[in-house]
């Protein structure tokens, strides 16, 4: 397999403690294109070479996966500044999740945040990837390549 090959493939990609990020064994495997950034470019990386058929499991530690939790993307904004980029629900708490369509990717995805602290004005958005910090485990079983 390389570059621009399309795959199908199921996928698993965990924290070292378990708890699945994302994952299709057991469900429909998904199909993606190499090079296109449908997964994270350090997770390409582990696939180049990988033949169909092939069973495979790396661990990346957050060097060589998200990388490490970054405080600058820790920011605390106040309520009235999410309302106006577009958040709706502004009854937000620890844990949840917000997409800011404002806030759009250069590919134009929305930037997306965890709650990480709330207060009677103000919110703390963790713009880092869930996985930031963590070693990952990422397991494959590549159905087929074209």
């Given at each position: 397999m390389r570059a621009n090959s399309l795959?199908?493939?199921h996928y698993r990609l965990a924290a070292q403690d378990g708890l699945d990020w994302v994952n299709t064994f057991g469900h429909r495997p998904a199909t993606l294109t190499l090079g296109?950034?449908?997964l994270a470019p350090e997770l390409e990386a582990c696939l180049l070479g990988l033949e169909e058929g092939?069973?495979?499991r790396f661990e990346l530690a957050p060097d060589a996966a998200f990388g490490h939790v970054d405080a600058a993307r820790v920011q605390?904004?106040?309520r009235a500044a999410l309302q106006a980029l577009g958040s709706q629900d502004i009854a937000l708490r620890p844990g949840d999740t917000v997409q800011l369509a404002a806030l759009?990717?250069?590919n134009g995805a929305p930037a997306a945040a965890a709650?990480?602290?709330?207060?009677d004005?103000?919110?703390e958005l963790d713009f880092n990837h869930p996985l930031a910090g963590k070693t990952v485990v990422f397991e494959v079983r590549i159905l087929g390549v074209l």
């Open positions: 795959l199908t493939l296109a950034g449908q092939a069973d495979a605390r904004v106040p759009a990717a250069s709650v990480s602290q709330t207060g004005d103000w919110v």
